[in-house]
């Protein structure tokens, strides 16, 4: 969010939020089980919302913690989650957490991410995946949406590169539209401008079960699936954005090829 952004009235923010939401009045009036005159009035600035009330209203409306800080920041409260390094005393637990899930993924790929797709850990097994990467592309903050699409980093190597692009695109456009982060407008305008195409029909192997990931290795080709975990109810705005993307063999194949240490390679 920018400066100016956060200037303006909460009132204005909170409309923007729901217009977002693709929400009428009277159907967040409802939802929060407020009025409809008293949450015109809020947006309008007539009335000036209450700390609980800005906080209930970006409840109902999903807003991410970094953004209901902005809100009461806005309306003249002193912001209600704290934002801590992932190394500090503080989220020690969410890290070994974090850490026992890498760990434990192993010999499969996995990787930490903020909520700008900037990489803030990964396993031994994410060496496959960089091994032809650039190393401009690989200078903090490494950015994992511009490591894979962009053309020194694994593009050249993704088999079925325009449907793996779209599925990524789509996936940041859904990002910009829940969150409305400037950062990541120009990161998608940046992402969209390298070459692939983008072709979502061509789905390829596995396709029944997950869009896949056919990457090619040292001569080979090895197809993943992948998930993406979040930390349930998380009250630190660090904790909220971070998510853990791993990537299982969908085959036999690969499967026995990871086992058999061909990342290391």
Do not use: C
């Amino acid at each position: 969010m920018t400066v100016d952004t956060m200037r303006r009235p909460v009132g204005e923010q909170l409309r923007e939020w729901r217009e977002r939401r693709r929400l009428s009045q009277l159907e967040l009036a409802i939802e929060a089980d407020v009025s409809t005159r008293h949450l015109s009035f809020v947006e309008t600035g007539r009335s000036r919302p209450s700390r609980d009330m800005v906080l209930h209203l970006a409840e109902r409306l999903d807003v991410p913690l970094r953004d209901r800080n902005h809100l009461l920041l806005a309306a003249g409260y002193a912001p209600a989650f704290q934002e801590s390094p992932l190394d500090s005393s503080s989220l020690k637990p969410v890290a070994a957490a974090v850490r026992q899930i890498l760990a434990g993924h192993e010999p499969y790929p996995a990787v930490v991410v903020n909520a700008r797709s900037e990489l803030l850990d990964a396993n031994s097994a994410v060496g496959l995946f960089l091994r032809d990467v650039s190393p401009h592309l690989l200078t903090p903050p490494v950015n994992v949406l511009r490591v894979a699409l962009h053309p020194d980093g694994m593009a050249p190597n993704i088999v079925n590169l325009p449907v793996w692009r779209a599925h990524l695109l789509e996936r940041l456009r859904r990002q910009i539209t829940n969150s409305g982060d400037p950062t990541l407008h120009t990161l998608l305008d940046e992402l969209s401008s390298y070459p692939g195409g983008e072709h979502p029909d061509a789905l390829g192997p596995a396709a029944s079960v997950a869009l896949p990931l056919v990457y090619r290795h040292a001569g080979r080709e090895l197809t993943f699936v992948s998930t993406l975990a979040v930390f349930g109810a998380p009250r630190d705005v660090t904790v909220a954005e971070l998510a853990i993307e791993a990537f299982y063999p969908a085959d036999n194949e690969t499967a026995a090829m990871l086992r058999k240490g061909v990342g290391a390679e």
